[in-house]
């Protein structure tokens, strides 16, 4: 079965930097499309960034624009997420999902990660 596992979360000062990172297996993982997404403390999960197949156009909410990159790397089934000049308003669960189409939006997303906790302290 298809399994997406994140890692690399944890607790960082305002300002810091986090690596996360989004395991695959079960699936082909260089054809599909590859996003992050979070739910900050009481609000819907939304969309951060995603990357294409092959890996050569990303895309990314306003809010994480020129702070955070999204990469992957096909040989080892890995999308990242480089998280920099963090901010309390960027704590939230971050979850890596795997797509057929190149989207910002969740439906198009068929498969899901358990998710990883980023705190943010100011």
């Known amino acids: 079965q298809v399994q997406l596992v994140e890692s690399g979360g944890g607790l960082v000062q305002a300002g810091g930097s986090l690596r996360l990172s989004c395991a695959a297996s079960?699936?082909?993982?260089?054809?599909?499309?590859m996003g992050w997404f979070r739910q900050g403390p009481g609000k819907e999960r939304e969309f951060v960034a995603a990357i294409k197949r092959s890996g050569g156009f990303t895309r990314y909410a306003d809010s994480v624009k020129g702070r955070f990159t999204i990469s992957r790397d096909n040989a080892k089934n890995t999308v990242y997420l480089q998280m920099n000049s963090l901010k309390p308003e960027d704590t939230a669960v971050y979850y890596c999902?795997?797509?057929?189409?190149?989207?910002?939006?969740?439906?198009?997303?068929?498969?899901w990660g358990q998710g990883t906790q980023v705190t943010v302290s100011s």
């Open positions: 079960g699936l082909t993982f260089n054809s599909y499309a």
């Open positions: 999902a795997a797509a057929m189409t190149y989207s910002g939006r969740q439906e198009d997303y068929d498969y």
